[in-house]
Nanobody, 113 residues
């Protein structure tokens, strides 16, 4: 299974970005996004299951939306009302139906004040 994240970049506070994670290989039961800043643990943000259920961290649930396009084998993270504290490397990860976990490379999001 390969996961390829993209869509990061520099945005001003209050702006929006949409991250994409293109998957290939196996069907995936759960797709999720996390982020990490230097010196800190990786933080869960949002997840979506193959039957359409979603789950969000309290810190982002009013601003971020996870979605999944199965036809394109892609999961998205729409991020609105971005804040400087959202600056981080964002990672997508996935769980297969056999329970294995996979991680993609990160994509850097920088929010300027």
């Amino acid at each position: 299974v390969q996961l390829q994240a993209s869509g990061g970049g520099l945005v001003q506070a209050g702006g929006s970005l949409r991250l994409s994670c293109l998957t290939s290989g196996l069907p995936l039961r759960v797709m999720a996004w996390s982020r990490q800043t230097p010196g800190n643990q990786r933080e869960f943000l949002a997840a979506t299951t193959s039957d359409g259920k979603t789950n969000y961290a309290d810190s982002v649930k009013e601003r971020f939306t996870i979605s999944r396009d199965s036809a394109k084998s892609t999961v998205y993270l729409q991020m609105n009302s971005l804040k400087p504290e959202d600056t981080a490397v964002y990672y997508c990860n996935a769980h297969s139906y056999s329970g294995k976990e996979y991680w993609g490379q990160g994509t850097l999001v920088t929010v300027s004040s």
